[in-house]
Nanobody, 115 residues
Framework: QVHLMESGGGLVQAGGSLRLSCAAS????????MGWYRQAPGKQRELVAEFTSSSRLNYADSVKGRFTISRDNAKNTVYLQMNSLKPEDTAVYYC?????????WGQGTQVTVSS
């Protein structure tokens, strides 16, 4: 079992910044993809940014140039630095990791961007 603990969400004005963190614990050996997804009200959950199983980076087009994903392998933690936030970035952000064919999700952290 893998446990994911997210932090860093909150309320910010448009143009501001937030940094999300996701710390993995438990059976963390052989973790593959690690990344962030988000779900806005009435919308499907979508990819924001991730390290793939081959360690490549994927970003949603809507966040390219504004968001940066990074990770600290020693701490088993993945981060999402979000700059130049827009109201349309408002959503619950979820950490997601995979181990083999199993997908683990964090509990989600709310990000609200006011105009």
């Amino acid at each position: 079992q893998v446990h994911l603990m997210e932090s860093g969400g909150g309320l910010v004005q448009a143009g501001g910044s937030l940094r999300l963190s996701c710390a993995a614990s438990g059976s963390i050996f052989s973790l593959n993809a690690m990344g962030w997804y988000r779900q806005a009200p009435g919308k499907q959950r979508e990819l924001v940014a991730e390290f793939t199983s081959s360690s490549r980076l994927n970003y949603a087009d809507s966040v390219k140039g504004r968001f940066t994903i990074s990770r600290d392998n020693a701490k088993n933690t993945v981060y999402l630095q979000m700059n130049s936030l827009k109201p349309e970035d408002t959503a619950v952000y979820y950490c997601r990791v995979t181990r083999g064919l199993v997908i683990y999700w964090g509990q989600g952290t709310q990000v609200t961007v006011s105009s």
